[in-house]
């Protein structure tokens, strides 16, 4: 392996391992409740060096959830059917293997981990951008125009809300085989709304 391959992944275990360990002292002792220089304690490093892989304190939350950064953009760019269409069938098949994604799942850390994040304002507005970027790849993807990007925020919000409603219910207690009917139910209704609204170009089979 190369010498900047190397350097890369022992770049990423670093992003992981603290990432991990700050979200387990989050999770501990409350968001708020834990400073940026605790972290750096427990990972082992200098707050200067902590600041260079995370320039924020909720970065160190979101980094888990990075690598589905644009993956609607993805699944768009990679499809051979219309982008609804692909969504639809991408977001089904989430509810299928309950994806933490789609919100349906009843891992208890993955409930924890959603819990902090929904339930604290800096991670809820820090996840905003998050979504910003994602909707921007996505309006991209799409042709870039306006039309694109009114597509492109109506689908980010479609799936926003979908997840969260999951999420809300299986943290509620409900069980996920319970769940998971409705949940299908509502992702068909609301994509067979996208493909009706959106321009023809963007549609598909959604029956």
Do not use: C
């Amino acid at each position: 392996m190369s010498e900047i391959g190397l350097r890369e992944r022992k770049r990423q275990r670093m992003y992981q391992v603290v990432s991990d360990i700050a979200i387990r002292l989050f999770l501990e002792k409350g968001f708020d409740a834990v400073s940026v220089a605790e972290v750096a304690a427990a990972a082992e490093i200098s707050k200067p060096t902590l600041f260079r892989y995370f320039p924020a304190k909720e970065d160190l939350v979101l980094h888990r959830i990075a690598d589905h950064e644009g993956e609607a953009a993805r699944v768009v760019a990679e499809a051979e059917e219309p982008p609804v269409e692909a969504l639809r069938r991408h977001f089904l098949d989430g509810l299928e293997r309950s994806n933490p994604v789609t919100g349906l799942s009843d891992d208890p850390q993955v409930l924890a981990f959603h819990g902090l994040l929904y339930e604290t304002p800096s991670l809820v507005a820090r996840a905003h951008t998050h979504q910003e970027r994602s909707e921007a790849a996505l309006a991209e993807v799409l042709g870039g125009d306006l039309d694109a990007r009114l597509a492109a925020g109506q689908i980010m919000a479609v799936l926003r809300v979908l997840a969260m409603e999951n999420w809300r219910r299986i943290a509620a207690g409900e069980r996920v085989a319970d769940v998971r009917p409705d949940a299908v139910a509502a992702a068909e209704r609301a994509f067979g709304w996208l493909a009706t609204g959106l321009p023809p170009d963007l549609q598909g089979d959604t029956q």
